[in-house]
T-cell receptor, first 116, second 113 residues
Framework: GAVVSQHPSWVICKSGTSVKIECRSL??????MFWYRQFPKQSLMLMAT?????????EQGVEKDKFLINHASLTLSTLTVTSAHPEDSSFYIC????????????FGPGTRLTVL | AQKVTQAQTEISVVEKEDVTLDCVYE???????LFWYKQPPSGELVFLIR??????QNEISGRYSWNFQKSTSSFNFTITASQVVDSAVYFC??????????FGKGTRLHILP
């Protein structure tokens, strides 16, 4: 149990296009999901907290208009990188908090985004 | 301030040696959780352990062991009889009551055959 999936696992896009990344909790409900970004050979940095049915809260320095987050159901959160540029190339990882297990978070496998 | 420090950026040891990865944390909360994750080249985070702030018992799982000491705010990780498959980046992390996980910068471990 407690499986989180991400789709796609990798994506290559042209500069200026938008890319949507999905994060799904497959066997549990998640009112809260988190989005992290990891640049090569660096640590994971929290970008935003996604709450089902309400607006996401963004960490300082993260542009909310550039990284659109939608958490429309208890099993799905999406991150859309709008007008992507090469500097947005990164590894994006989500985690989901299990409603039934307080404080347990489970990570997805990550999505590698390359912007040409 | 909430912070996780992994002072060792990169470590190389020969297979079968023991290796300890250091982790020091800072938090104002009295209730918090500490984690260790392994990140192999594939990128997927592999959960290794979670420890809450009220449980200072050391933990052993096979070749892995963890030493949690609140007095020094440390949560060190030891791999005994290391193997090449242990080569990866290891992250120590902290979660406070706001559920946000703060990661250290990671230690890249190379196990040489």
């Amino acid at each position: 149990g407690a499986v989180v999936s991400q789709h796609p696992s990798w994506v290559i896009c042209k500069s200026g296009t938008s890319v949507k990344i999905e994060c799904r909790s497959l066997d549990f409900q998640a009112t809260t999901m988190f989005w992290y970004r990891q640049f090569p050979k660096q640590s994971l940095m929290l970008m935003a907290t996604s709450n089902e049915g309400s607006k996401a809260t963004y960490e300082q320095g993260v542009e909310k208009d550039k990284f659109l987050i939608n958490h429309a159901s208890l099993t799905l959160s999406t991150l859309t990188v709008t007008s992507a540029h090469p500097e947005d190339s990164s590894f994006y990882i989500c985690s989901a908090r299990d409603l039934g297990r307080y404080n347990e978070q489970f990570f997805g496998p990550g999505t590698r985004l390359t912007v040409l | 301030a909430q912070k996780v420090t992994q002072a060792q950026t990169e470590i190389s040891v020969v297979e079968k040696e023991d290796v300890t990865l250091d982790c020091v944390y800072e938090t104002r909360d009295t209730t918090y959780y500490l984690f260790w994750y392994k990140q192999p080249p594939s990128g997927e985070l592999v959960f290794l352990i979670r420890r809450n702030s009220f449980d200072e018992q050391n933990e052993i799982s096979g070749r892995y062991s963890w030493n949690f000491q609140k007095s020094t705010s440390s949560f060190n990780f030891t791999i005994t009889a290391s193997q090449v498959v242990d080569s990866a980046v290891y992250f120590c992390a902290l979660m406070n009551r706001d559920d946000k996980i703060i990661f250290g910068k990671g230690t890249r471990l190379h196990i040489l055959p």
